[in-house]
């Protein structure tokens, strides 16, 4: 699960989180800035994009062999990049091949707005890891006509034609992801985690007749691309000769290699089950990993890899590829350890029903990392936090790992300011509190999230998974449910007592400022107008504050002002806002454990789907003031290995890239496995 990972330290007041995946994109300010070094954070913005780099603070106090281990695990990750690309279309890497073969070899007229609008598209597309918007899903629209593309492809001698050109243009394949209540939602879904001829009724049917160990259910189709073949169901495996298998070879010759260079003997251990895992495609086998992994916590050297995050299945079965490596950042781990120490005590005193908490909460490990390296769909949009694994019995049984990217979130501070906060909060006081507290009450609740709020809670005996029972929206529930188990404990003084903030009811409040502030009108930039929302986490943003608005209309507990023709909203009452989100995570909890469909799809769609089109205007129109990007993400830095005259790797060197083309470009080249 990831905390996407995004984030709106300054903005908006809050880090988005998604696990399952919990990414974060940060929302920016447009003055103020924050940055304290002189490293040049930002690489280039276009469209709705902003480039950053990130440091690897920590590399200079590893040993070579740990060095060594980094390196290998970063260039497994990016042996398997082009996975995420067919992943998410099934047309993309053709396109991007052709796009790039324009870019690099097209020798006319460049000061045109057509070329412009060309490498805008092309950059776009290489954010996004396709054709489709890396956050709205929906189909990116290119500023220059079929009729230009066919003649820079004519006089590059590049080939892209049929539907592959078409879609380009055309209506079809609009959205990569499509939640719709009245949608096919596979169907409809350009996703490639199935055949363009399958439907839900096909994936409901066929994963509905497998047979799983009750008590230890493997991830079904977690792996695979599900199609007909001759009127038939079938499942195409990722693994070395099955789907996917050029890329998963290189994937297993850089683990082979860092498995040969383990801090110690579980890392080794671990790496081989992960390596008979991609050569086999056995699900079992990628629990007995799961399992080790969990377990691996010894050394400072860790990675996530693999087929992962369910997000951009429809029916939330399919894992999409990604990688990350991480050195553990020691100082901010052992700050933040005692939130794995107490989670205990976070379950016992929840406002939960007794039958829904848990008796033991197992195994919840939590550390701040220093990212080297991130590949396929945490590149270049990257998580800021993660919690994993997401097999719901190896999480009650043997634990989790929660992990903030604190490099990450440096830079995202270092590469912002207070301009949007100044224009979208309500009073100075509010501003006051987010300035003074705000960075450090999105660090608790990222933290609360993960590791309290995906670790609490339970299913009633004999009730199915959530993927099961809550369907389309399992996703949007269970970010919700860790949202709010992370804001009920806010405004809590056991935060003061455990010496991680300083004075918690002010913490408390700059939090609940922002999410509000974000869930009810800070997101809504990043929606076109007329939009209604269908992402995951902004669904969950949405019911969240809208309901906790709605029931506390009546005692004012959330004021909605007008003023000079603009919208804000001022918390009236803290501690009964707390006693909502209270309230809330009960009943998300009671619709979890007991699998009660109706009832969290009418919390989704009565509050988490439709969007006020007037109030929605007017944010867009007070947002236009502002030039920073709604989206970052990160180019990475290279590691350079030194050889010696035996060919041996005697030393490393970190270059951070120039620019993002340059750094795209070169993955195509060296790492372009499925091209």
Known sequence: MKNYFLMAFAMFGFLFLSCDDTKKEELKEETAEMKTDDFEYQVEQFADIKLLRYQIPSWEDLTLKEQKLVYYLTQAGLAGRDIMWAQNYRHNLAIRTALENVYQNYTGDKSTDDWKNFEI???RVWFSN??????????????????????????????????????????????????????????ESAINFYGPDVTTAD???????????????????????????????????????????AAIENVVKWLEKAQGVPENPKQAETLGLLIEYYKTGSLDTWDDYAVSWVKTTEGNIDWINGFIEVYNDPKGYKGSYETIVQIKDFDMSKKMAVLSTEAQWFEDNSPLMAEHKKDSVTGVSYKTVIVAGEAGDASPSTPIGVNLPNNNWIRQKHGSKSVSLGNIINAYNNAGGSGRLKEFANDEEEIRLEEKYGQLADKLHTALHEVVGHASGKINKGVGTPKETLKSYKSTIEEGRADLFGLYYLMDPKLEELGLVENWKET????????IRNGLIG?????????????????????????????????????????????????QDYDKLRTLFGQLLKETQRITSEGDYE??????????????QVLHKQVLDRNAQFKSAPYSGFVNPVLVPKMNDNGEIESFTIEQPDTFEGQMLNYSKNYGYLK
């Open 508 to 515: 408390g409040m700059a939090a609940y400022d922002g999410y």
């Open 203 to 245: 994936v409901e049917k066929f994963y509905g007749a497998i047979k799983v160990n009750a008590e230890e259910p493997i991830e079904v189709g977690l792996n695979t691309r599900l199609v007909k073949e001759n009127g038939q169901l079938k499942e195409q495996v990722y693994k070395i000769g099955g789907l996917y298998s």
């Open 599 to 612: 009832a969290g799809k009418a919390l989704v769609e009565n509050y988490g789907v439709k969007v006020d």
């Open 130 to 187: 396709g054709i489709h918007h890396h956050y709205s899903n929906a189909k990116l629209k290119p500023d220059f006509s079929k009729e230009y593309l066919q003649q820079l492809l004519t006089e590059t001698n590049s080939t892209l034609e049929g539907e592959a050109l078409e879609v380009i243009f055309n209506d079809t394949d609009n959205k990569k992801v499509n939640l719709s209540k009245d949608a096919d939602i596979v169907l």
């Open 523 to 571: 997101q809504l930039v990043r929606l076109n107008l007329g939009d209604e929302v269908e992402e995951a986490h902004m669904r969950n943003r949405q019911w969240v504050s809208a309901w906790v608005f709605e029931k506390g209309e009546a005692d004012n507990v959330i004021a909605k002002v007008e003023r000079d023709g603009k919208t804000y909203y001022d918390i």
């Open 121 to 123: 598209y092309l950059k």
